[in-house]
């Protein structure tokens, strides 16, 4: 079963997890691994078109240590200096990674949650909280790919009447590319406050609203919970151990990397990749299955 066929409540413990864990973790393993993990799934999840985003979020990561290293002066291993004269530290472009990776991660990691999670599951999760957050939230998620579709729906209507954004010179292009991009935000807010009032005037707001939901917590989601929590407890008995976080200022310090540690790095990778396994293994079992009616059906 994919991830998304599971309880919201799950999906919102798990994606919440990975992007604190992925703005928390200054430690070069758990760095790497989160990176890693969010990039694998992420691109199974987008197949082409993610896979060449994560490869640009590469690229990104690489420019801004540098970036930061050549505008940040801290650390005492000097690897260069700059044509100011100001050195490069291993400590400064090491911060730079960090935080590039941190950004990276991040965005990889909402890309998955914005394909697993959506509006109803938000609706669910927050409405009897606090309706109106839950209101704004779905809408807001319904709002980012629905701006691709009418950029695509406006350039070429556009593109029929000679005004598209790749027709003309460069200056004519970058006109066509605002006034596009001025309908579509148009469009775009128009269809925001549309919405709100839309949702208010049924009654969204009200305290005490009730709402219809086909969730239900069964055995499946109890097993995954229970899964799900035995790593995050090992993963938080590595944060008490200061095994996730390292110095950089004035010069880099990290633990030893002990036996346990790859305890807490194959745990933490395991989280990770729990619903790209479980949604392989689900995929596999119902081949199989399949496989084995027809094989059935033959004989």
């Known amino acids: 079963m994919k991830f998304d066929s599971y309880h ?21 393993v758990f760095l790497l691994v989160g990176y890693i993990c969010a990039f694998i799934y992420s691109s199974y999840l987008g197949k082409a078109k993610a896979l060449i ?3 640009l979020a590469f690229i990104f990561i690489i420019f801004y240590a540098f970036y930061y290293s050549f505008y940040n002066h801290f650390g005492v291993t000097n690897l260069a200096f700059n044509f100011i004269g100001n050195a490069i530290t291993l400590e400064s472009v ?18 998955c949650t914005v394909k ?5 599951k938000i609706i669910y999760l927050l409405g009897r909280i606090w309706p109106r957050l839950s209101l704004f939230v779905s809408i807001f998620l ?5 701006i691709v579709v009418r950029f695509s729906r406006v350039n070429k209507a556009q593109t029929s009447i000679g005004r598209g954004v790749g027709q003309g010179n460069i200056f004519t292009k970058i006109r066509n590319a605002i006034r596009v991009c001025s309908i579509v935000i148009t469009w775009s807010l128009e269809n925001f406050v549309e919405s709100g009032m839309s949702m208010k005037s049924r009654g969204y707001t009200l305290k005490g609203r009730t709402a219809y939901s086909l969730y239900r917590f069964d055995n ?8 799900m929590f035995a790593c995050l ?7 008490m151990l200061d095994q996730t976080k390292m110095l950089i200022n004035p010069h880099i310090i990290m633990n030893p990397i002990t036996v346990l540690s790859y305890v807490f790095y194959v745990v933490y990778a395991f989280y990770c990749l ?14 199989f299955s399949k496989n084995k009616t027809f094989e059935d059906t033959i004989a």
């Open 142 to 146: 319904r709002f980012t790919p629905q």
């Open 233 to 239: 407890t090992v993963i938080a008995m590595g944060i």
């Open 220 to 227: 499946r989601d109890r097993s995954v919970v229970i899964t």
């Open 274 to 287: 729990l619903p790209m396994t479980l949604q392989i293994y689900a995929t596999a079992k119902s081949d």
């Open 94 to 111: 090491y911060a730079g990674f960090v935080k590039g990776i941190h950004i990276a991660s991040g965005a990889m990691w909402f890309y």
């Open 8 to 28: 919201p409540a799950i999906n919102f413990i798990f994606f919440t997890s990975v992007i604190a864990f992925s703005f928390m973790f200054t430690q070069p």
């Open 53 to 55: 985003l994560n490869i």
């Open 116 to 120: 697993i999670v959506s509006s109803d």
